[in-house]
C-alpha cells in the first residue's frame, strides 16, 4: 500500500468523522463530540434506566387461569395472540438490522438502535417462554411459531409487514429524493403501523384479559414491553420530525397520502386478525368495539406524524384509560431495589393508545 492510499478504500469519501450533515446524508459519522442530536443519547440513556429481565415474570397463576378459568373462545383469542408474538419481533428486529440502522446517520442514533435491538431480542425471549409456558406440546408450539405460513390473518400482517421491508432492502445509501422518501415511509410504517398499531393492538387484548382477572403474568410481562415499544416509536417519531426539519421537501402531498393509505391497509390487516381472534365470541369484547379501538390508535399515530386524523374515533375501553399505574409503581420499586437502576423524570402514557 502506498502512501497515497485510503486506509478504507471501499468506505465512502463522506464517512469520516464530521459535524455537520443530514440525518438521513450517506456516510458514516463517527463524531459524538460536539453532539448534534442529544435527543437520541437522552433516549439510550434513559432506555438503559429501563432495563428488566424475562425471568422476573411470574406465569405461575396464568397456566391455572388457562386450564379453569378461560372459555374456548378465550383460549383461542391467547393461542392466535401468542402465535402472533412468536414471530412479530423478529420481524421488527430484521427491520431494524437490514435496513434502519445504516441508514439513520448519527451515532448517538445508532447507539439507541443498538439498545432497540437488544430491547427487541429481549421481547422474543419473553414470548418464547410464554409460548413454552401455555403451550407444553412440541406439536403445538411448533404450529404457532409456523403461523406466518399457516394462520391466514397473521399471513397477511406478515405480508404487510414484508411489503415495507422490502421496499428498501436494496438500498445501500440514500443519494436520491424517492430513495429517502422509502425509507421514511419504512421507518413509519414499523413505528406507527407494526409497533403502534399492531402491538398495541396486542396490548389492548392481553389488559382486556387482565381486566376480567385473567393472565397477570402475561400483563405484567406486557407492561414492560409496551414501555419499551412506546420508546421505539418515541425514538422513529423524534427521527422523522429531525428530517422534517431538516429537509421539509420530503414531506408533500403525495408522502402524505402514502401514509394515510399505508395506515387504513394497517387498520385492514388488524380488523381481519380481530375477526379471526373474536371470531367464537369472547365475552366482553367485540369485533367493532376492536374496529373503533384500532381506528383511535390509527388517528393518534397520524396527530403524532403531524397529519390530520383520519378517522374520528374515541377509545371504547375504560380499562386501558388506567392500565399501569398500580403496575408502575411496581415497576419502579423492583429497579431500585432489584437493580440500583431508576428511572428519573415525568413518564407519560398520553398519545399511546
Not at 438500498?171 to 399492531?198: K, S
Amino acid at each position: 500500500m502506498t502512501a497515497a492510499q485510503p486506509l478504507h478504500p471501499a468506505m465512502p469519501s463522506n464517512a469520516t468523522p464530521k459535524t455537520g450533515g443530514r440525518l438521513l446524508d450517506p456516510g458514516l459519522n463517527l463524531t459524538l463530540r460536539p453532539m448534534q442530536y442529544p435527543a437520541f443519547f437522552e433516549m439510550y440513556r434513559n432506555a438503559i434506566k429501563n432495563t428488566w429481565t424475562v425471568e422476573e415474570v411470574d406465569f405461575s397463576t396464568d397456566v391455572g387461569d388457562l386450564r379453569s378459568k378461560m372459555s374456548a373462545a378465550d383460549r383461542h383469542l391467547i393461542q392466535r395472540l401468542v402465535a402472533f408474538f412468536a414471530t412479530g419481533d423478529s420481524i421488527v428486529s430484521n427491520n431494524l438490522v437490514l435496513n434502519l440502522y445504516k441508514h439513520v446517520n448519527a451515532p448517538e442514533a445508532r447507539m439507541y438502535l443498538s439498545r432497540q435491538l437488544y430491547e427487541e431480542a429481549l421481547h422474543v425471549q419473553f414470548y418464547l417462554t410464554l409460548l413454552d409456558t401455555y403451550v407444553p406440546d412440541p406439536a403445538e408450539r411448533a404450529k404457532a411459531f409456523a403461523a406466518i405460513d399457516n394462520i391466514p390473518s397473521i399471513q397477511e400482517k406478515a405480508a404487510f409487514c414484508f411489503k415495507w421491508m422490502d421496499s428498501v432492502h436494496q438500498l445501500d445509501r440514500l443519494e436520491t429524493r424517492e430513495q429517502r422518501r422509502a425509507f421514511l415511509l419504512n421507518l413509519i410504517c414499523f413505528a406507527a403501523c407494526i409497533e403502534g398499531l399492531f402491538f398495541f393492538a396486542a396490548f389492548a387484548y392481553v389488559y382486556f384479559l387482565r381486566s376480567r382477572g385473567l393472565l397477570h403474568g402475561l400483563a405484567g410481562g406486557t407492561n414492560w414491553v409496551f414501555r419499551d415499544e412506546s420508546a421505539h416509536m418515541a425514538f422513529a417519531f423524534e427521527v422523522v420530525k429531525c428530517v422534517r426539519r431538516e429537509e421539509p421537501g420530503l414531506f408533500d402531498a403525495q408522502m402524505e397520502r402514502d401514509v394515510v393509505t399505508m395506515m387504513e391497509e394497517a387498520v385492514a390487516c388488524e380488523l381481519r386478525f380481530a375477526e379471526d381472534l373474536l371470531g367464537g365470541g369472547v365475552a366482553g369484547l367485540s369485533v367493532n368495539e376492536m374496529r373503533q379501538y384500532l381506528e383511535y390508535v390509527a388517528d393518534q399515530r397520524l396527530g403524532m406524524l403531524e397529519l390530520p386524523k383520519r378517522y374520528g374515533a374515541k377509545n371504547p375501553f375504560g380499562f386501558m384509560d388506567l392500565q399501569d399505574v398500580q403496575e408502575l409503581a411496581n415497576f419502579f420499586e423492583r429497579r431500585v431495589s432489584a437493580y440500583q437502576v431508576g428511572v428519573v423524570g415525568e413518564v407519560t402514557f398520553d398519545a399511546a393508545f
